[in-house]
């Protein structure tokens, strides 16, 4: 980079990106910022776990720019530094899903949307954080121990995307995936005053022993801007054939303009779903002054949410995350060796799960169809 230049750790992840691929940034300036804030911060917050060596990062990065400097790209994301959620299979890098059950696991193969990734030219330097499994939404875990929130660190970072978040918001990285059940990408991205974006079903294709009843679970973007969430899932979407339910069609849809005109676009909003979801002092009221700047811009705000039983709807999804939930933890439980390493939350989800019938999952499902 020549002097006077952007600090890389400044720029958003789409100016990173070109600024690489018209060689005014080189890989390795971006990998040795982006490592060098890491150093820096992450002994304090703990958004990074399972860093690979700086001298193998480093390696790679030049190898991506004599790539380049030959004609070479490998995509998109061509030699930006990324670290996965601790929830996906990363080739060759420890996954431990927060669990001490797997706390020494190293994969010889990427997940479905780890394997996009790394097409698209991202080097993978290491994982974020997260809860056991991903259960909850405080990011904690007693192979890592705890995020602790980017901007202020007696607070908790949300969860379960809570590593990503922080990591994102004290600029180690430009971009980080997600994955949301019931606001694992949005709750952390809220705490920590960043972007999180949680796709349709099927949008991003996932893994599964199960590929033929969708979860409630997906995964998708996380960043500092609209445009670097579009940026990253452009990369993450798009039909997989070994997805058979995931959407057709290509991820690049998301790469076109996103300017739009706002004037009479109707925004829902649910506020504390009449009471449903009551919130603390000032929250509500934060939110509405948010929703005036909507409007100034020619926005229809409108109070709104489904005209149904909310208590019931909580109850179906209680019973539907501990079936699907539960089913991926059962055979530990049935170890009472590896049952004794399992957190309360684990063990709520499998025993909820345990005592459903397949009647009350169908009865479940019909409630979140309506």
């Not at 030959?70 to 601790?86: I, Y």
């Not at 606001?183 to 199960?210: E, H, M």
């Not at 070994?242 to 959407?247: D, K, M, T, V, Y």
Request: with cysteine; aromatic share 8%; hydrophobic share 40%.
């Amino acid at each position: 980079m020549n002097s006077g230049e952007a600090d890389p750790l400044l720029m958003q992840g789409v100016a990173l990106c070109a600024a690489i691929r018209s060689r005014q940034l080189s890989c390795a300036e971006l990998m040795s910022a982006c490592l060098d804030q890491i150093e820096r911060l992450n002994p304090r917050f703990n958004a990074i776990v399972a860093l690979q060596e700086r001298a193998l990062l480093l390696g790679l990065a030049r190898q991506y720019d004599d790539e380049l400097s030959g004609g070479q790209s490998r995509g998109p994301l061509h030699g930006v530094p990324f670290a996965v959620k601790d929830l996906e299979l990363v080739n060759g890098i420890r996954t431990t899903f927060g669990s001490p059950l797997f706390k020494d696991f190293v994969p010889n193969t990427d997940s479905l949307m780890v394997g996009r990734l790394r097409q698209a030219g991202a080097i993978l330097i290491g994982k974020t954080n997260t809860p056991e499994f991903g259960l909850g939404s405080h990011t904690y875990n007693a192979v890592y121990g705890a995020t602790r929130n980017a901007y202020d660190p007696s607070r908790s970072a949300g969860g379960s995307s809570g590593g990503a978040a922080v990591a994102l918001a004290l600029r180690m990285l430009p971009f980080a995936d997600g994955s949301d059940y019931g606001g694992s990408l949005r709750n952390p991205a809220g705490w920590n005053n960043v972007f999180g974006f949680r796709p349709s079903i099927g949008r991003v294709p996932s893994d599964g022993r199960d590929l033929w009843l969708p979860s409630i679970g997906v995964l998708g973007p996380m960043a500092r801007s609209v445009a670097d969430l579009a940026l990253l899932l452009s990369v993450q979407a798009g039909y997989d054939a070994r997805a058979p339910l995931s959407i057709d069609g290509e991820g690049s849809l998301f790469c076109g303009p996103l300017e739009a005109e706002l004037k009479g676009k109707r925004i829902a909003w649910g506020a504390d779903l009449g009471g449903h979801t009551p919130c603390e002092s000032g929250v509500l009221d934060l939110c509405e002054t948010a929703l005036k700047t909507f409007e100034s811009l020619g926005c229809v705000v409108e109070q709104a949410y489904p005209s149904y039983d909310l208590e019931a709807l909580w109850r179906a999804t209680i019973s539907l995350r501990g079936w699907q939930q539960g089913a991926i933890l059962l055979p530990f439980y049935r170890d009472p060796v590896r049952r004794a390493l399992l957190t309360p939350q684990a063990l709520f989800e499998i025993e909820t799960g345990l005592a459903l019938s397949a009647y009350d999952i169908s009865a479940a499902s019909t409630i979140r169809t309506e």
